[in-house]
């Protein structure tokens, strides 16, 4: 699956480019579809890991530890989609904003589980 994956990002790039030429603004458009496409085939491993993590009592993790991870890491990587996005469309300030504010957002949501380490 992982070949597949790459694949679909590999051909996204080179149809980007080839539209870079003639039509700028539809490679962007290009590269936000291949995106979220590979965006939803990682949603789905996450709801496998889901399901056998409930089935094996990995569970019995306070949930609210396993929450604060989840939304770090679904943070995380729509940030990082999102400041992709910019960065190749030219707004590389933006993209830098969007970062920042990933970094803060984890930090605030990892306040609770160092307060409850400390």
Do not use: H, R, W
């Not at 729509?78 to 803060?104: H, M, P």
């Amino acid at each position: 699956e992982v070949v597949k994956i790459v694949m679909i990002g590999i051909t996204g790039v080179l149809l980007a480019l080839f539209l870079k030429e003639s039509k700028p603004e539809y490679s962007i458009y290009l590269s936000f579809a291949v995106g979220i496409c590979i965006l939803g085939y990682a949603v789905e491993k996450l709801s496998y890991l889901f399901e056998v993590s409930k089935n094996t009592g990995i569970s019995s993790v306070d949930e609210e530890y396993v929450l604060v991870l989840l939304k770090m890491t679904g943070a995380t990587n729509i940030g990082q989609f999102s400041s992709s996005i910019c960065k190749d469309a030219g707004y590389a300030a933006i993209a830098g904003q969007i970062e920042l504010f990933v970094k803060l957002y984890l930090m605030v949501l990892s306040l609770p589980v160092l307060l409850a380490l400390v």
